[in-house]
């Protein structure tokens, strides 16, 4: 049977998002997204314990708090840029394609969209996470929980997912023609590639040979057999095709990771620990991406273009730009609807 005649589903997989900023929507919220043990890995007691007594009764006031500075008229930012992306791939790829978004976390969840697809016929299905580079707490959770609800909910069609894209061409050349114009006309002195962090227990648990990865500052300068799907190495790889792209000189850009939650080492360089050193060097106007995120969401609106914004001032710089996540830029989504053409082929 040709591809072209072949009925296929495409779900996208998204993080999640709370219903609303309201304390109990984000407690609820939390509640589903750190009792997944790919994310906080540790054991069952002490993970408990950490969530139960700590993380809810403590943190969902002040994370209320910070979505509330970020949400719209139209509701959450992920949501809605998730959402346009989801109909602007689904008219790329056409009839022969039926679109759906999850979230991996809270709503429209992973099992409605299923169900939904369950319903069309398919011969196939086509899972993408929506997270550039490989971490089990994104992708494998999120394929996991793909595959466990899709052979109860769709028994029929074939399944296949579409792994890490961090140096897929389409992914940078959208990024890097997302970032080119704003950053001409914004002249930075610094670029900063900010990154979602991960505990480093997490990296040292994907070295299968127990001596790579984190043993030394060159680690993740280039992606071999003993690192293939560490995090932070495709981290490194997505900056460097980036810097290529924008043809930004050694000098003058930065690699950093944000977010990070507790007293456990995470991985290094710290993003708002990087910020006073930059200016400390005399740098005055920085821009930063965030490409381990393709839709603005808490970590790039709030934590960046607030909270990182407001220290870098503070530290004595003179400007700063977040450049916009992919979102759902016309590009973006022609290069996902390529990605899962070149697939489904």
């Not at 779900?11 to 998002?17: A, D, E």
């Not at 929980?145 to 940078?172: K, V």
């Not at 932070?232 to 850009?253: K, Y």
Request: proline residues 6%; contains cysteine; aromatic residues 8%.
């Amino acid at each position: 049977m040709s591809v072209d005649r072949r009925r296929t589903g495409v779900l996208l997989i998204q993080l999640g998002t709370p219903n609303s900023p309201a304390v109990g929507d984000v407690r609820r919220y939390l509640r589903e997204f750190l009792g997944d043990r790919r994310v906080l890995d540790m054991p069952r007691l002490p993970h408990w314990l950490l969530l139960h007594l700590v993380i809810l009764p403590l943190r969902p006031r002040k994370s209320a708090a910070a979505y509330a500075s970020i949400w719209t008229q139209q509701g959450s930012p992920l949501l809605l840029h998730s959402r346009g992306l989801a109909e602007a791939v689904a008219e790329q790829l056409g009839d022969a394609f039926i679109v759906e978004l999850g979230m991996r976390y809270g709503e429209p969840c992973v099992e409605e969209a299923l169900t939904r697809l369950a319903r069309a016929d398919l011969d196939r299905l086509i899972a993408l996470p929506l997270f550039p580079q490989h971490a089990d707490s994104t992708t494998g959770s999120a394929l996991a929980h793909f595959f466990d609800l899709a052979g109860r909910i769709c028994q029929g069609p074939e399944l296949s997912t579409i792994g890490a894209f961090y140096g897929h061409p389409a992914y940078i050349a959208s990024m890097a023609a997302l970032a080119r114009a704003p950053l001409q006309e914004f002249r930075p002195d610094h670029v900063l590639f900010s990154y979602h962090g991960l505990p480093e227990r997490q990296i040292r648990k994907g070295d299968a040979s127990g001596s790579h990865c984190l043993s030394s500052d060159s680690c993740c300068a280039a992606i071999g057999a003993a690192n293939p799907d560490c995090y932070r190495a495709q981290c490194f790889a997505t900056t460097r095709a980036l810097a290529a792209a924008l043809a930004l000189e050694a000098e003058r850009h930065s690699i950093s990771f944000q977010s990070r939650l507790g007293r456990i080492p995470w991985i290094r360089p710290y993003t708002d620990q990087m910020l006073p050193e930059l200016a400390s060097r005399g740098i005055r106007r920085l821009a930063v991406l965030c490409p381990s995120f393709v839709a603005d969401c808490l970590e790039t609106l709030e934590e960046v273009g607030i909270r990182a914004r407001q220290q870098w001032m503070e530290a004595g710089g003179e400007d700063f730009l977040l450049i916009p996540s992919l979102n759902s830029d016309p590009r973006w989504a022609e290069a996902v609807a390529g990605m899962i053409r070149e697939h489904a082929r």
